[in-house]
């Protein structure tokens, strides 16, 4: 076989190689903030043991009323079956639950939780993977997105929150139940999609009539 044969033979196989490699990369999945349901809050890796103790919150986008039934699937790896642990079986619009590994342990790091917990599986990679929800026992998937260590939140006690994009979250332990945005929690008006001002807010900024103080006025500066 001559060297120029050899040379052909050789690129061919390196294309070959490079093709096969193109196609085993995975295309990271990212949610767009428009589906029905987002992830909000990822707790993938605690300080310390981070078994039976890993949780992921699920915010209902401003859309409808959604039943939770036994076609829910959480997938982290694996199909996962969802059980309605505490609350009711409905996810009401601009309302935001937590499916949790283990509902006890859960409540020992969080005691004052009242919002609604998902009972599931859940074994979060600590350097990263992809996360899916479907409402049809995996058929389809209606919200999945990627997390990677690369994105902070890993072995420190803190969580990624999603805020348009993901960031660490600034509030060790996290905010389960609660779906936050530029640090204030995010309530909105079903019918608009539009964030409704915290109302204790518009009212510091509302200036009474009766704290206006007019100064006096005095007769020489008075002009007639």
Known sequence: MNIKLRGIILMGIMVAVLIVSLAKIEVVMAQTGDEDIIFTEIMYDLDGSDGDREWVEIYNNC???INIDSNWRFFDGSN????????????NSCEAAVIVDDVSAFMTDHPDYNGTILDSVISLNNTGEDIKLSLDNGDTWLVEMSYSSDMGAGGDGYTLEYNDTWLV????????GEYQNNDEVQY??????????NEEE??????E???????????DDIII
């Open 202 to 207: 518009i009212e510091e900024e509302i200036v």
């Open 169 to 176: 979250n600034s509030v060790l332990g996290g905010n389960p």
């Open 188 to 197: 909105c008006d079903c019918s608009t999609g539009e964030p409704i001002i």
């Open 63 to 65: 859309g409808s009323d």
């Open 209 to 219: 009539d009766d704290d206006i103080v007019t100064p006096p006025i005095d007769d």
């Open 80 to 91: 996962h079956t969802i059980t309605v642990s505490q609350g009711d079986d409905v996810l």
